[in-house]
């Protein structure tokens, strides 16, 4: 039996979209809430000594270097931005599961999950006195950009 890595993408995408969809139509708009260690695990596992406290920027490094290295994503960026509050914007190509939010999206579904942001929020969290929210995924043809917003929770 031989399949083409394209075809095994293909699968993977297949598989995430069906979980995602069962699980959306199981918690509706709460299931964002309930998807934030979704593949943090295998990263962080792999992951290493953790960035330096307080700096969102080595923090966002150190996530996305470590997606990149481990193949879930061709391309990964970011930007630091701050508007109505804090956020960094992600944008990924290239990424093994994009198949299945392709998949979603084409079945009505909106996006609510993001192992890149799901990495970048924990990151953070552990790095900084930050707490983060996955504000937003987008999902187009050529890719993703999700939103995190983060923000220091009063004492």
Sequence with gaps: MSGSVRDRGELIGAVWADLLQGFWEERG????????????HWFTARMGELAPPDDPAAAMEQA????RQEGLVEEIGYELKSDFADYAELRVRGCALHAGEL???ARGCEPYACVCANVAM?????????SAELARVKVTDEGCLA????????E
């Design 103 to 105: 998949a979603l999206r």
């Design 29 to 40: 708009t709460g299931a964002r809430y309930r998807t934030v260690e979704v593949g943090v």
């Design 122 to 130: 924990h990151v953070l969290e552990k790095c900084t006195n930050l």
């Design 64 to 67: 996305i270097t470590v997606v």
């Design 147 to 154: 939103q995190v917003v983060f923000f220091r929770m009063p």
